[in-house]
């Protein structure tokens, strides 16, 4: 299933759709494997006019908003002066506040997937990965620059595992990992190999 940012779904339409589908098939004994892409942090936000004016900076009136941010810092990187690319503190702000607002949406939707499973029984026995893609990287670059500097804030982005009963529960691996590492593990989870 796909749905596109620019038609009218919430972002979370992925997650909702994954959990549909897994409430019809964890009944039955056999494997499933479930991968859902979302938007996390990008833009278009999914916020209403009134969700966006409860976010800092209070009584913004700055050039970022919810549903035009892409185009918006489209607009900025494309600037053809490199000084000329970038955003005041305040955009900024608003643009750390949009992008926290859309993950606790998204967040919220996987606590339903999550729920899901453990109802279902089907918990202690699920490998489930969440990573990230792209990190927003900290000012004066804007943010989601298909050619970041390769600094740590650039690179550094989320990979949460959670292995089946437990396994390695709270731990914390500081070393790189790459999307390599990410496939191999889910390969040996259904006991296959890579080509």
């Not at 409430?23 to 494997?33: A, G, H, I, V």
């Not at 955009?91 to 109802?119: G, M, N, S």
């Not at 982005?157 to 790459?178: A, D, I, N």
């Amino acid at each position: 299933e796909e749905s596109s940012p620019v038609k009218d779904l919430p972002a979370t339409e992925p997650l909702a759709q994954a959990t549909a589908w897994l409430e019809t098939q964890l009944d039955s004994n056999s494997r499933r494997f479930v991968v859902t892409h979302l938007r996390g942090g990008h833009p278009p936000w999914d916020l209403t006019t009134a969700e966006a004016g409860q976010l800092q900076p209070l009584e913004y009136g700055g050039l970022l908003h919810a549903r035009r941010g892409a185009i918006i810092l489209h607009d900025v990187r494309a600037r053809r002066r490199v000084n000329t690319r970038r955003l005041a503190a305040e955009d900024w702000q608003r643009l750390h506040a949009f992008h926290d607002a859309a993950l606790i949406k998204q967040d919220a939707e996987l606590v339903k997937l999550f729920t899901l499973l453990k109802k279902k029984g089907a918990w202690d026995d699920a490998l489930i990965i969440v990573v990230g893609d792209v990190p927003m990287g900290d000012p004066p670059e804007v943010p989601f620059d298909p050619a970041p500097p390769l600094r740590e804030d650039r690179l550094l982005s989320p990979l949460y595992v959670k292995f089946p009963r437990g396994e390695l529960s709270g731990s914390q691996v500081s070393l790189p990992t790459t999307s390599m590492d990410v496939a191999t593990t889910i390969l040996a989870a259904f006991d296959l190999k890579p080509a």
